[in-house]
């Protein structure tokens, strides 16, 4: 590749509304540029990076087993329906009509797609286990696209979906697929953890791992033990617990107390000169349109994903303020659940072992002192029901709670038969009895895995690409294009590496020297060859884009240092 015929329009400074590390970089090295909000195209480099990471994906999968195909990004609304998520989906899901009035879906996923094709395709044991992927485009109405790559409308997706006899047919391929993605993401170079998660919108019945690579930009936080043996998102994230001692005290009686204008819980520590533990808050929520009253600790945060599993809800929202009035007859902040009337009441397991607590009167400007949980209010449910909070104790034992953030880049999941019973995946076994398939599903982020490799290497100066997925591994920079014994030689190295198969960047151009440095750094090849002074000599100037250190080396020393990397 000659820069001087590429496309590659670098940018000195990146557009003001670029927030994310990756996104400027990326936006000023020319590898992506914006079409639309969420909406990229790839130009010619970041176009190989792409390619690099499919490939590493292909490799991996069909290691692991599974066949590439490749499935329509236009789905029928009524495979959504059948399965129960056209509605649950919300509006993330792209919707549109054909000119004969016919609904269709722009897939975000491609669970009901998969079944269906098997529900046609598949009638005997003896066709299973099998697992099927594809890398394709996807499509999320995103309500606020953000950080380039990492949170877009249009994404590039490799997802797979296995289908067996057995749980224990399941487990082998869970497994399979684990190690394939373990060794994926160490390919690419990311520093990552698998973590414990939910299953969210997919569902499904049995375990669930993200993958998630750690970045501070990332939007997940990742809860780690001390010692590293357990880790989970936070949504997932549990620790353990156990009652304190006392904690069936008996407390006096409740008393109302006038606090005006004391909505929150730093208010009311102000007010009452207590610590935030002292208190229990009552959040309200709509789970599918039931009022719902979750209550914490004043020092917790409620897990919103525990509470709705909990109920085996499909959706949750926190109460507006109308709601909240209507409910408890009273402003926001001053909800209490001693009477408290017809909400279903969620009490936190930590909340309801507290000896006595202030908590809302339902009524604007008073709270209420020394309520008793079952004394002064009853629970319908008893729980975990908060986020896990950093020093925390892990539920293994293995030390207190670390939090992390990261961006998940892979997500495998047990689904088992919630997609193949609605859309009938379904065989024949020996004894010719029908039996539903056992399902799993497996996805990798492979856009995203671009800015999430970008996120973890880069420095004042541009990226840092890790080898096996860098646009090239070699840059090849005469300082000047004037000097023939410069271009001489570079041109002489830049077939050389071609014919040995190695990618090659020159650049050719007839720029000022600091330009073409400048250019190097924000690209970020690993490998650079300045050919200089010294080119008459057949001496060149090697340097490694993650080192400061450069040496002079002969040209075929430095030819021989990158052909024997490849």
Not at 100 to 113: C, I, K, Q, S
Not at 253 to 258: D, F, G, K, S, T
Not at 382 to 405: H, I, Q, T
Not at 425 to 451: K, N, Q
């Amino acid at each position: 590749m000659k820069q001087s015929q590429l496309l590659i329009p670098t940018l000195r400074e990146a557009p003001a509304d670029a927030e994310a590390v990756s996104h400027k970089l990326m936006l000023r090295a020319g590898l992506i540029r914006q079409l639309a909000s969420g909406v990229y195209t790839y130009l010619p480099l970041g176009f190989r990076v792409l390619k690099k990471v499919q490939e590493i994906v292909r490799e991996e999968m069909d290691r692991a087993g599974a066949q590439e195909l490749l499935m329509p990004a236009m789905q029928p609304a009524e495979l959504w329906k059948e399965s129960g998520r056209y509605d649950v989906y919300g509006p993330e899901l792209v919707r549109l009509k054909d000119r004969h009035d016919r609904e269709f879906a722009l897939g975000p996923t491609h669970e009901e797609v998969i079944t269906s094709l098997v529900a046609d395709e598949i009638s005997s044991y003896r066709q299973l286990p099998l697992t099927l992927y594809q890398i394709q485009t996807k499509f999320r109405d995103e309500r606020r696209p953000r950080f380039g790559l990492l949170r877009g409308r249009e994404f590039l997706m490799k997802d797979a979906y296995s289908f067996g006899r057995s749980w224990e047919e399941l487990d082998e391929t869970y497994r399979a697929m684990y190690e394939a993605y373990t060794r994926i993401f160490t390919r690419v170079g990311l520093d990552f953890r698998a973590v414990q998660a939910d299953a969210g919108a997919i569902g499904g019945e049995g375990e669930t791992h993200e993958f998630m690579a750690l970045a501070e930009i990332g939007e997940d936080t990742i809860v780690v033990s001390e010692n590293g043996t357990y880790a989970a998102n936070l949504e997932k994230a549990e620790m353990f617990w156990e009652p304190p001692a006392g904690s069936g005290e008996e407390a006096p009686p409740m008393n109302r107390v006038h606090t005006p204008g004391a909505h929150s819980i730093d208010q009311l520590r102000e007010h009452f000169g207590l610590e935030a533990s002292a208190f229990i808050k009552t959040m309200l929520y709509l789970v599918d349109d039931r009022p719902v009253a979750v209550v914490v600790r004043g020092d917790r945060e409620v897990n919103e994903t525990k509470v709705q599993n909990a109920l085996g809800g499909e959706r949750i929202e926190l109460a507006d303020d109308a709601a909240v009035r209507r409910l408890t007859g009273a402003e926001v902040g001053f909800a209490g659940p001693a009477g408290l009337e017809g909400v279903k009441v969620l009490v936190d397991r930590e909340a309801a072992a507290m000896p006595s607590a202030i908590a809302g009167a339902n009524e604007t400007d008073y709270h209420v002192e020394n309520v008793k949980p079952d004394r002064d209010f009853a629970a319908d449910l008893v729980g975990d029901y908060r986020n896990a909070a950093e020093g925390d104790l892990s539920p293994d034992g293995s030390g207190p709670l670390k939090f992390y953030r990261g961006i998940e880049v892979g997500h495998v999941f047990k689904l088992g038969t919630k997609y193949s019973e609605k859309l009938g995946a379904a065989y024949l076994d020996d004894s010719g009895r029908r039996r539903t398939a056992i399902m799993g599903c497996y996805g990798i982020g492979i856009s995203r895995i671009l800015s999430a490799v970008v996120e973890q290497n880069y420095d004042e100066n541009g990226i840092r690409w890790p080898e096996e997925i860098a646009p090239a591994a070699v840059h090849i920079v005469p300082a000047s294009a004037k000097d023939a014994a410069q271009m001489e030689l570079a041109l002489e190295l830049y077939e050389r590496f071609r014919a040995a198969g190695v990618d090659v960047l020159l650049d050719d151009r007839d720029e000022r020297a600091g330009v073409k440095f400048k250019d190097a750094d924000l690209l970020g090849i690993p490998h650079r060859i300045v050919v200089g002074r010294e080119a008459a000599e057949k001496r060149v100037e090697f340097k490694k884009r993650s080192d400061a250190d450069k040496e002079t080396l002969t040209a075929d020393e430095a030819f021989d240092r990158i052909a024997k990397r490849n």
